[in-house]
């Protein structure tokens, strides 16, 4: 049995040491400077397309099924 993935809360998680995110979400890597462009939704739209199509158990992260471009957060106050 093989589960395939894109995002984990172990890679899209904020870093508290740093105070950054630890690595970006698929919008974020399709267009760093916008990451609500049509050219990043797009691209995410494909990764997810690829993802749920391929052989396999298809696992989505919180928030990747609305295309979310902001990393995962713990604190309310984020």
Do not use: C
């Not at 894109?6 to 399709?30: I, K």
């Not at 400077?33 to 199509?53: E, G, K, M, P």
């Not at 609305?66 to 713990?74: F, T, V």
């Amino acid at each position: 049995m093989v589960v395939h993935r894109l995002e984990n809360h172990d890679v899209v998680r904020w870093d508290y040491e740093h105070n950054r995110p630890n690595a970006p979400r698929v919008p974020a890597l399709a267009d760093p400077w916008n990451q609500r462009s049509w050219y990043a939704r797009s691209r995410s739209r494909v990764a997810t397309t690829l993802l749920l199509t391929a052989p396999g158990i298809p696992m989505l992260f919180m928030g990747q099924e609305i295309l979310e471009d902001k990393p995962w957060h713990d604190d309310i106050r984020f």
